[in-house]
């Protein structure tokens, strides 16, 4: 069975490829309709009853028929009168997936239960159970259910990588009942698709891939599968939704369908009225494990990419931009001086990456990447991935209140892991993972801290003027309900902040402030307060306020850990 993930409204979000032992489940689990007690069919409006003629000294003639004129939009049609011919030219290109896995039998398996003392049936329970623990130690096959289509005649089928993964034997069964084996070609976590490739006798039936991103919410669709490891098996349904996120990966740009999909389903092929695959079945919402009309399909605008790749390299090669990025929330967005919230905000720019050069800098708002709007955070990712590796696109950025067009040239994804580890470590002894741990050298064109003040703390002496604070740390300044400080060795030392970070430290929170709401807490380090670098608590407190006279309602503050993990937070001011 696949793995099934409660969601927080008590549904089940379940991977449907299916245990073997489905098929052969009983009969009576088989839930059948309810004939409704109506001679029409369900949709379709029963006749009206006939008008009654005003009453008259002489029964009138017969009336034609009143014909009506058909409300445009105000009733949908039943759908397709039927999808046999349709199906008829694609079942043979779907096919059935079995697999095999050696398990041992003591694998997973926890302390024997135990009946209650004094139970009749002690006796014969504890004997039972005693025998099998005397069996551990054996293997046996376990065996799942999915499906899948041939997208090339010389045997390239696609699926999903929960139907095989972990398997020894991918066994391959055609509409004919021919089978063959099948061996992996390459697969894909991210967006949990595989490639697989068998060796015909004879060129195989086909599909091709169509046009996702032209189907509309509406359109009629058709699925065919194996559930249940019933095979060929035909729905229809329409299009309920478009670009869902499951949280199933980076990439999830779902097609929701209310075309019956249960288990088994998983792999196979969801049709346009055109016989092209615009969706490769995948999850479904469910409480039982059975269908409820609410299934998920990898749309064929991202699954076709990854699909070539598969097949010509047998790993996918994605681009990559080099940065960390966050929400636009509605207070970040007011902070920027954004109408609404759009984009994604750039936290930090990976050492080594394709950004490195300052062409994309933290703050940023990234708001179209290569012609393509970014509407939302998770946009980016997904657009970026599908670029080509190498390719120089244009970024539209929104940068001091500004748009601006940079020209970057991407890397590759997968390059970022050795990036991670490659020997150029923060100064600190941590690894750039791809969070910033902020350096002054970058900070060429801001105002730069003066280290030597940093390390060493002024000698205690009393203010001189209202306003002004004593660089000692004992005298922190208060913003927006904190308790600011220079840093020095002893913040250092008595928060842990990394000689890697620069800024102004927070020694204090105020609780119930808009800070402590938005999670601020001693020992975090504002580096910069609208996009301009922060040197001491005077910087702050005179942003803060000049921000206020231009009629900002929040602050933007870019915020670092103690270790240099960076995030934007809008604080609101009052």
Request: proline share 7%.
């Amino acid at each position: 069975m696949a793995p099934t993930i409660r969601s927080p409204f008590r549904r089940t979000l379940a991977l449907m490829a299916s245990a073997a032992i489905l098929a052969h489940a009983g009969m009576n689990g088989v839930a059948y309709a309810q004939t409704a007690p109506e001679t029409t069919a369900p949709g379709v409006a029963a006749p009206a009853a006939p008008e009654t003629a005003a009453p008259a000294p002489t029964p009138p003639a017969p009336a034609a028929p009143q014909q009506t004129a058909p409300i445009q939009g105000a009733m949908p049609n039943n759908g397709p009168a039927s999808v046999a011919d349709l199906a008829e030219g694609l079942l043979d290109a779907v096919v059935n997936i079995s697999t095999s896995q050696n398990v041992k039998d003591d694998e997973g398996a926890g302390p024997a239960p135990r009946a209650p003392d004094g139970s009749p049936f002690q006796e014969f329970f504890n004997d039972f159970f005693n025998k099998q623990q005397g069996n551990k130690g054996g293997n046996h096959n376990v065996s799942s259910l999915g499906s899948g289509f041939v997208i090339d005649p010389a045997g390239y089928i696609v699926t999903n990588n929960h139907v095989i993964e972990g398997a020894d034997d991918i066994e391959i069964n055609f509409a004919n009942g021919s089978k063959l084996k099948a061996k992996l070609i390459g697969t894909d976590t991210k967006t949990d698709l595989s490639v697989l490739k068998v060796e015909p006798k004879a060129p195989l039936k086909s599909v091709k891939f169509g046009d996702s991103s032209t189907m509309r919410i509406g359109d009629w669709v058709m699925a065919i599968g194996n559930p249940f490891g019933f095979g060929g098996s035909v729905t229809v349904g329409i299009i309920s939704g478009r670009g869902r996120n499951i949280n199933a990966g980076p990439y999830d740009n779902f097609i929701q369908t209310d075309a019956a999909i249960n288990k088994g389903n998983s792999g196979g092929p969801l049709f346009n009225m055109k016989g092209e695959v615009i969706g490769i079945n995948t999850a479904i919402i469910s409480p039982s494990g059975g269908s409820i009309g609410i299934g998920f399909s990898v749309p064929s605008e991202l699954a076709s990419g990854v699909v070539d790749q598969l097949r010509e390299y047998g790993e996918t090669r994605r681009g990559w931009l080099g940065v960390r990025i966050q929400p636009v929330t509605d207070d970040i967005a007011d902070s920027l001086g954004l109408d609404t919230a759009k984009g994604a905000l750039v936290a930090g720019v990976i050492k080594g990456g394709p950004v490195d050069d300052g062409s994309i800098k933290a703050g940023d708002v990234i708001l179209k990447f290569d012609g393509k709007t970014v509407s939302e955070m998770r946009d980016l990712p997904r657009v970026v991935a599908e670029s080509t590796v190498g390719k120089e696109v244009d970024v539209v950025v929104l940068r001091d209140g500004k748009e601006q067009t940079v020209k970057v040239k991407l890397g590759r994804l997968e390059d970022s892991d050795q990036a991670a580890a490659s020997d150029d470590a923060a100064p600190d002894g941590s690894q750039d993972d791809g969070v910033i741990t902020p350096d002054p050298g970058e900070n060429q064109d801001m105002d730069q801290p003066d280290t030597g003040d940093q390390a060493k703390p002024a000698p205690d002496t009393p203010d001189q003027h209202k306003g002004q604070v004593s660089p000692d740390a004992a005298t922190p300044k208060n913003v927006l309900g904190l308790s600011l400080s220079l840093l020095s060795a002893e913040t250092r030392k008595a928060f842990g902040i990394a000689e890697s970070v620069d800024g102004v430290v927070v020694t204090e929170v105020t609780p119930g402030s808009a800070s402590a709401e938005k999670g601020l807490k001693p020992g975090d380090v504002i580096v910069e307060v609208a996009q301009e670098f922060m040197k001491s608590p005077d910087a702050v407190a005179a942003k803060v306020q000049a921000l206020k006279q231009e009629g900002r309602r929040n602050a933007q503050l870019m915020i670092a850990s103690a270790n240099g993990d960076l995030r934007f937070v809008a604080v609101p001011m009052e």
